[in-house]
């Protein structure tokens, strides 16, 4: 209580950001993390500079998001617009597959391969190579600005901005030909789109990996507050096995009754987001492991069983903590939650992969002519003009056979050819990766229904099995009573 007459004092309902300098540690899961970091940094960086060959008419770029023609490279597959359900497919499966991670083995995604976790870490080693690590840093942060502390922070930084640089430059490769965009970025002669996409990018590189850090995870990443959902008695996650370590003995001696945990603060000073595992699960926390490895060292030099802090399921702790035999992880992976969320995922990449095999690469869409619906010709028979669009998803030109499937009697030609060589077949040419227009006139006799449906047929004649038909109609002045 506040003395009598005077006014409380303002709770705050914010509290500033405690810097948070991760010591370096070496093992198990420290090198699994180097090891994740390289590959997704290699296939991030690489990738666009892959060639892949796909004939004259393509680009030669084995991963391209061509957003002038349109078009989605992947080494040998090929996207249309009309086929981003493909991408909705990933973008599903994705999903899926996140809910299965994280129900057998927790935030894994994020403590290894999310690009936050992934750029967070980098930036957090070039800091130790210029600061030193964690007491280097602490010391640094209390000392007087001089100039090597000054060159210190401008050599850190301006390594942050490259990296940030290199990263939003890599992302503008994957949106045209890298080689040419290099040149043109070089000697100014890129679009300005591009300058302003590696400059957003750079930035948000900069800031979210060299400042914010933890803080996307805590405060802009939806998924920590998911996760409880998708998390049960089974599932695999770093904990802190209090049976075990408490009550902590506050260093090296120990009494009889004292846990294994000696209070040294080791998996603490290792965590990357600044939090105590031994607290219990939390949802800041990432499960990058490191705790573990910290832990595991400092059993080892107090002589005490690893897996004072291991990854475990609640399940296992209970039967640990009460003598029983742990429960074997494959129990914990094949249940039947994760059964169906691997089933789901299984079942959409394989109707992904099967239409992907299965689709053709020719389509047809016709448009009929309303002003007017018919003419009607000098003999008595009727003409219907149409708008036929073939679009050869190729990256060759292909020799196509346009035919006319129903309306009896019925002949058409094109736009380019006279009205004298009408038939029930028509050879088109289709450039490659292009959508063409074709107008086509159709004659029948004038003595049928006011309406008939018809089918406008194109097929490769290159022996490909390609094909697709779209529905017509033929109209017909209404006969007089």
């Not at 939003?168 to 300058?195: I, K």
Request: contains cysteine.
């Amino acid at each position: 209580m506040p003395p009598s007459g005077l006014p409380a004092a303002p709770r705050k309902l914010y509290a500033k950001r405690a810097d948070i300098f991760p010591r370096a540690i070496d093992g198990f899961y420290r090198r699994l993390k180097w090891l994740v970091m390289a590959v997704t940094l290699a296939i991030y960086y690489v990738t666009p500079w892959l060639r892949w060959d796909r004939g004259p008419y393509a680009p030669d770029q084995a991963v391209l998001v061509d957003l002038a023609h349109r078009r989605f490279y992947f080494f040998s597959i090929e996207i249309w617009p009309h086929e981003f359900y493909y991408v909705a497919g990933l973008l599903v499966m994705a999903g899926i597959g996140l809910f299965l991670v994280t129900t057998t083995v927790g935030r894994a995604w994020c403590g290894y391969a999310c690009p936050q976790t992934v750029w967070t870490d980098l930036f957090l080693h070039i800091e130790r190579a210029i600061d030193g690590d964690r007491n280097a840093q602490l010391r640094l942060k209390r000392a007087p600005w001089t100039a090597g502390k000054i060159g210190r922070r401008l050599l850190k930084h301006g390594s942050w901005l490259l990296v940030g640089l290199v990263t939003g430059g890599a992302w503008v490769f994957y949106f045209a030909d890298a080689p040419t965009l290099a040149h043109d970025l070089v000697t100014g002669q890129a679009a300005y789109v591009a300058y302003a996409t590696i400059a957003i990018l750079t930035a948000t590189t900069y800031v979210f990996g060299g400042f914010m850090r933890e803080q996307v995870c805590l405060y802009m990443c939806p998924w920590p507050r998911i996760q409880g959902a998708m998390l049960d008695e089974r599932s695999l996650i770093v904990t802190y096995k209090d049976w075990r370590g408490e009550p902590r003995s506050h260093g090296v001696k120990r009494s009889e009754d004292s846990g294994d945990c000696i209070d040294c603060q080791a998996c603490v000073q290792v965590c990357p987001v600044g939090i105590d595992i031994r607290d219990g699960a939390q949802f800041a926390c990432i499960t990058c492991a490191l705790c573990i490895d910290a832990c595991d060292q400092v059993m080892d030099k107090v002589g005490r069983p690893r897996g004072l802090i291991d990854y475990a399921t609640l399940e296992d702790c209970k039967a640990e903590a009460a003598g029983a035999p742990p429960v074997p992880v494959i129990r914990s992976l094949l249940r039947p939650r994760t059964l169906i969320y691997f089933g789901i995922w299984g079942a959409i990449g394989l109707t992904m992969i099967f239409a992907l095999g299965a689709r053709t690469r020719l389509d047809l869409a016709t448009a009929h002519d309303r002003n007017p619906l018919w003419v009607q010709l000098s003999d008595g028979d009727v003409r219907n003009a149409y708008t036929i669009k073939i679009r050869n998803m190729e990256s060759r030109p292909r020799t196509l056979q346009l035919t006319m499937d129903g309306l009896d009697r019925g002949v058409m030609w094109d736009s380019l050819s006279d009205a004298g060589a009408a038939g029930r077949t028509l050879s088109v040419t289709a450039a490659p990766d292009r959508v063409e227009e074709h107008r086509i006139y159709v004659r029948a006799p004038g003595d049928g229904p006011a309406t008939e449906d018809f089918h406008f047929t194109v097929a490769a004649t290159d022996g490909s099995p390609d094909r697709a038909a779209e529905e017509a109609r033929f109209d017909r002045p209404e006969k007089q009573p």
